[in-house]
């Protein structure tokens, strides 16, 4: 089993910036796993935010977080990021780190993903 644990959520400024890390644990080769992020929003489904391969030499973006945040991994700490830059009111959610064991592919569907974890709180005040 693996477990995913998500910090450095909080409550910030538009414009702040923010890094979340998430620490996987437990029976893990995170070495070999695509990782992801998604958020969501009160009222709204889970989105895809970021995800990276298993080197983190390929990522991918959602749209609305393209040239503000950027995905990049630890391997040799068993850890992922997600570093958030010129934070909007639009980006308040709460943030989950996501990964799978890596087939080529980086998926952008929540769905795709098998370990999860608990979630972060991101609130960015205007």
């Known amino acids: 089993q693996v477990q995913l644990v998500e910090s450095g959520g909080g409550l910030v400024q538009a414009g702040d910036s923010l890094r979340l890390s998430c620490a996987a644990s437990g029976r893990t080769s995170f070495s070999s796993y695509l990782m992801g992020w998604f958020r969501q929003a009160p009222g709204k489904e889970r989105e895809f935010v970021a995800a990276c391969n298993w080197s983190g030499g390929t990522t991918l973006y959602a749209d609305p977080v393209k040239g503000r945040f950027t995905i990049s991994r630890d391997n040799a700490n068993n850890t992922v990021y997600l570093q958030m830059n010129s934070l909007k009111p639009m980006d308040t959610a709460v943030y989950y780190c996501?990964?799978?064991?890596?087939?080529?592919?980086?998926?952008?569907?929540?769905?795709?993903?098998?370990?999860w974890g608990q979630g972060t709180q991101v609130t960015v005040s205007s």
């Open positions: 996501a990964g799978r064991s890596s087939n080529g592919i980086i998926y952008r569907s929540a769905v795709s993903y098998v370990y």
